[in-house]
């Protein structure tokens, strides 16, 4: 009798103390899956003492905005996740703590950010005297320092010893809207990282100008997601890797990017690399063909690579563009390699003079994540908060 009692209490047991030693993984789809998914507890299939709940429309919701729920965690090395409930949040979210911090959004289709139910939005726009950096929806950064854009070929000089930030940052399932006109004005950005990882899974970021700013030491990754712009709407100092994302033109402006390279005393891959990805025009309305260029100058040491990239009629014939005045020199890198679909011109691309064709071997430089993504000191191969599941 005692023993067919106690074989399931041992079983139980065993559950648990299993479940406890494998633990709720972050990089396990099922376990994020049953987090985001809908419930009568929202945090049933959660890591309950690591997750924090916003919802901004139930009454008895202890967080009814993002930033008040990143404000609640401490400044360490934890790891902790926000799940944010669907729903339109008129916020600003800024995340300076260093340990592992996931945001992920509700939703029912986990692997669609076109289903994606949680939208962050804030409008905004920088003016003379304000830096960029205050106009972004989300910003992860140590601190003011560390995220201003400032102006020259070498922008705002960040003091040195300033610390790094979040080594791990993570968006799932949410969209971020700086929605201050719609139209390029001047930069209104919805993503500004600098002095941190991060990676942003099914994540949409709009706006017209400036959307996303990767700044100094800044490392992004981006996959399954959705940019939509206008004006050298990928722009920074820092490396971005875009792979397998939808990248939409709201009219053409500029470039699609703009970087500035910086001279360290290691080698360098800062910059900005596209692979795999969508370029179309938002919709048929719009009257671009043959008039978005791949991205221009912002200073001379840009380095940019759209590779196996469709390109749709809105690409100009030659590819990218000079910045006016000229600063296109020897040191620039603006490139391509196997991109195809009506906007990759073939005799258009022969005769540009600001695009060139990479050769497998150039390419090979720069080929993966592992190539581009260092550390602050100049070491490769920093991508252990990369996410390969997705
Ligand atoms: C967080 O902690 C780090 C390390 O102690 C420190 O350098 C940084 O200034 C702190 N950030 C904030 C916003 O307090
Ligand atoms: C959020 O805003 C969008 C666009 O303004 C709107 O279509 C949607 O219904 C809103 N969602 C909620 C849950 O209020
Ligand atoms: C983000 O928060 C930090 C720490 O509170 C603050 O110093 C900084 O000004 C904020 N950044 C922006 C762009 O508001
Ligand atoms: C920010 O940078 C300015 C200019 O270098 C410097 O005077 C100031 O002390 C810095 N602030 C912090 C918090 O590091
Ligand atoms: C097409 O996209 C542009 C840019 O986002 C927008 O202003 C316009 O309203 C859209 N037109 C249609 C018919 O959706
Ligand atoms: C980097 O060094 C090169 C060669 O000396 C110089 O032409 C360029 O202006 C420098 N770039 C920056 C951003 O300092
Ligand atoms: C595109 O051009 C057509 C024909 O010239 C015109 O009717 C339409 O209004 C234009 N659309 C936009 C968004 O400018
Ligand atoms: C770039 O061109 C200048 C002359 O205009 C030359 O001195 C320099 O060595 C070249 N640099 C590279 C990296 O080719
Ligand atoms: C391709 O580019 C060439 C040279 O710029 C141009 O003459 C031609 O019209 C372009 N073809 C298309 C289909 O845009």
Known sequence: MTRNLSFPILLLFLATFLSLVSGW???????????????????????????????????DSKYKTVQSAVASLPNNTDTYIILIASGNYTEQVN??????????????????????????????????????????TLTVAPNLNASLTGSGPTGFAVPSGTPFGCVDFRTYNLNFVNNFAPYSDDPSLALSISYANGGFYYTGFYSYQDTVYVGKLGNAYIKNSEVAGQTDFFYGFGTAWVESTSISLRSCGGG??????????????????????????????LNITGKCALGRPWNAQM???????????????????????????????????????????????????????????????????????????????????IDWSV
């Open 95 to 136: 995340v300076t703590r260093r340990g592992p911090t996931y945001l992920i959004g509700q939703t029912a289709h986990p692997t669609s950010q076109s289903h994606n139910t949680v939208n962050i939005i804030w409008a905004a726009i920088a003016v003379p005297g304000l830096d960029n950096a205050f106009t972004s």
């Open 303 to 385: 380095r940019s690579i759209f590779a196996y990239t469709y390109l749709d009629k809105s690409i100009l014939s030659t590819g990218y563009i000079d910045w006016n005045p000229a600063r296109y020199n020897n040191y620039t890198l603006q490139a391509e390699y196997r991109d195809y679909g009506p906007g990759y011109n073939v005799t258009g691309r022969e005769a540009a003079k600001f695009d060139v064709q990479l050769t497998p071997e150039e390419w090979a430089q720069y080929s993966s994540p592992q190539k581009v993504f260092q550390y602050p000191d100049g070491r490769f191969g920093n991508t252990a908060w």
């Open 256 to 285: 699609i990017t703009a970087w500035k390279g910086t001279n360290t005393s290691f080698p360098n891959a800062y910059g900005i690399y596209i692979v795999d990805s969508n370029v179309h025009a938002a919709n048929s309305s």
């Open 25 to 59: 993984d972050i990089n396990s789809q099922n376990d994020r899956h049953s987090c985001q998914a809908y419930s009568r507890d929202p945090l049933e299939g959660c890591d309950r003492k690591r997750t924090v709940y916003v919802d901004v429309v139930s009454s």
